[in-house]
């Protein structure tokens, strides 16, 4: 199925419902992306994100098929990043404000726009050492026919509180119910919204840092150019500082925390230092002034979900 337009997007997304649609809240967010995924495309907001299925993938593909070592080559010749953002080695104290997403980054001279070649959705503002390493590594993977775009970035404290909330009121159907009538128990209630989208206040988008890559539907990293994407990033983004916070649950992977999200990318760089000052300085009396912010402290959400990401990303 292909679609091209926001309008038909949105009632094809309440259709198949949220459970597998979700993560970082955005999509469920009506105000923000809407992502339709068929086997060759993914549409975002509209506009679309062709993976490589047709020329570029052709080409790869052959280099791939007639070089095994193709990919790896492409990769090695481009300019190495330079040593990670040496200034983020030591950012010195992170503000309360920053680490909550209290931040205006057009007024904020560590974040830098990110470029409109990237841009796969509403949000468009990231940390100005992310940006950059993710536009290296993006062109880097456009060498290998992989098209990256980002589906969401920079989040503000308010950004998050309407996506928790919406989805705390029933106005975002989580798994196609709403959830005060599905879930009327508050803890529980926020259990489930954990899932995949962070309380206001704790959201690793916050600092600018992550970044959500072409689609925020885990079903889309299975599919034949979704796992190529998504195999490239687990074997390059290192290379360029980035990290998957949100690797597997289960056996042999986290214990705790958010759901697996294979969209989700991190500047370790510049994210490890917000994660170890983070659990430091923001208390439970921080994170306030949203719907269901009593759970907070009972779920400890800052072990149990803020601090339980990939130990490589720490
Ligand atoms: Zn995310």
Redesign the pocket.
Known sequence: MWLRSTALAVPLLAALGTAGLT??G?ANDGRQVNIAVSGDEVTVSGSKITTPTTAAQAVADAQVASAPAAADVAVNDHPAPPDPAPDAAAPGHISLNRLTGNVDPAKDATFAKIPEKYIGGQRTWGQKDAVEAFGRMAEAAAVNGYQLKIV?AFRSFDDQKKIWEDKWTGATLVEKGKLPKTIPDPNKRAKKILEYSSMPGTS??HWGT???LNSLDNKYFNTKDGKRIYDWLVQHAGEFGFCQPYSAKGEGGRASGYEE?K??WSYKPVASWYLKQYPDDVGYERLKGFLGAETAVGLDVIPNYVQAINPECK
């Open positions: 993560a970082c955005e969401s690793r988008h992550d970044f959500d999200e969209w989700h």
